[in-house]
């Protein structure tokens, strides 16, 4: 089960989201389209979902047509529902929130801004630090690299090549093996504490 669905039909969106978030240690699972988003939420329920008004240039549900099945829905209706929007006027807030969305966050959003209303809403992520975070609070990877890792690891998963990340970050040179098992091993005793 993954802890937040991001469900944007821009890539950009839901991927500043999910390196965002992965960062900070929730599991991100990721919608292109308002029934992804509705099939994926009620296969496997997260515990929050961020969701766009407006998908696939005006075609089909908007993101206020899912957040009102999602509450609708006995297995649904507790998760918290964040719009995220650039469509910021009276109306659309007062629609989105008789749609019963918990908070409403308009573009641009500010990855802060995301962190804090998410802690409010579902509380704190996971307590055992990522890899992810683990290296670029020490400097030896980048936003950038971390981001550039995540979309190879995506891809090799998506042709059946399931890698870790700390596979991936070797595979594209970013650290040393011996940076890796340093890390790896700092990771396991922060864990423990």
């Known amino acids: 089960m993954a802890d937040i669905l991001i469900a944007d039909d821009h890539r950009f969106i839901r991927d500043m989201v999910r390196i965002t978030l992965s960062t900070q240690g929730w599991t991100i699972a990721e919608a292109a389209t308002a029934n992804e988003a509705l099939n994926l939420a009620r296969k496997d329920p997260p515990n929050a979902v961020l969701l766009d008004v407006n998908f696939e240039e005006g075609k089909g549900p908007t993101g206020f047509d899912v957040c009102r099945e999602l509450k609708a829905d006995p297995a649904t209706r507790a998760i918290p529902v964040i719009m995220l929007t650039a469509r910021d006027s009276a109306a659309d807030r007062k629609e989105g929130m008789a749609a019963g969305a918990s908070h409403y ?79 790896l091993a700092r990771q396991q005793r922060f864990s423990k504490d």
């Open 105 to 183: 966050l308009v573009k641009p959003f500010g990855p802060i801004d995301l962190i804090k209303t998410l802690r409010e809403l579902i509380g704190e992520p996971p307590a055992v630090q990522t890899l992810g975070q683990y290296l670029i609070d020490e400097g030896i990877l980048t936003h950038d690299q971390l981001a550039e890792a995540l979309a190879m690891q995506r891809s090799l998963e998506a042709g059946g090549h399931s890698r870790r990340l700390g596979e991936v970050l070797a595979l594209m040179h970013a650290l040393t093996p011996e940076q890796l098992d340093k890390a």
